[in-house]
């Protein structure tokens, strides 16, 4: 499951806790979580976002960096927070058919994520175009209206039902 945090949240001192509490309430196991970060909000204090990163990490979860390449951000600051995922934001998505620009930096965010040894995912995947094409680079996860458009909770689990077991692209997990 993946939550993203508003730069509040991110900045509160007690998320850690709350995290932990909902956690163990829910019953849900900590690998099984995955807090997502703006990158923009990572850089507001890079010293307090690897601080409290690496608390998340030390519990089990993951951490991923949202809009990937829309921020301010060092690259120095990629080998020094505790990440397990990068998120190519919408933007270089849409127009990777078209831009050679999109196409090259979508190519290279996924190499480096890959060399890293992160994950890559490709938000706003539109077309059966973009998701050759991202297959093609090996992105591991993929979101967009291809797949599903946004549900209401009371239909999800209709959709998740109905899912075929194999992803519409050999290589890359969706939803």
Do not use: W
Request: charged share 20%.
């Amino acid at each position: 499951m993946a939550v993203n945090l508003s730069v509040a949240q991110f900045t509160d001192q007690d998320l850690p806790d709350f995290v932990a509490g909902v956690l163990k309430e829910t019953g849900v196991p900590a690998h099984k979580l995955e807090l997502e970060i703006t990158e923009s909000c990572t850089m507001l204090s890079p010293q307090q976002s690897i601080r409290m990163m690496q608390q998340f990490r030390a519990m089990g979860i993951h951490s991923s960096i949202d809009d990937f390449g829309t921020g301010h951000s060092s690259l120095a600051y990629l080998t020094r927070l505790p990440l397990d995922t990068l998120k190519i934001d919408q933007s270089f998505i849409k127009n990777i058919s078209s831009d050679e620009k999109d196409t090259a930096l979508c190519d290279t965010i996924a190499y480096l994520a890959h060399r890293m040894g992160l994950q890559v995912v490709a938000e706003g995947v539109e077309t059966q175009q973009q998701l050759t094409f991202l297959t093609s680079i090996h992105v591991d996860v993929v979101q967009g209206y291809l797949l599903c458009r946004p549900l209401p909770a009371q239909q999800l689990e209709d959709f998740i039902r109905q899912r075929p077991d194999s992803p519409p692209q050999a290589g890359i997990e969706y939803f």
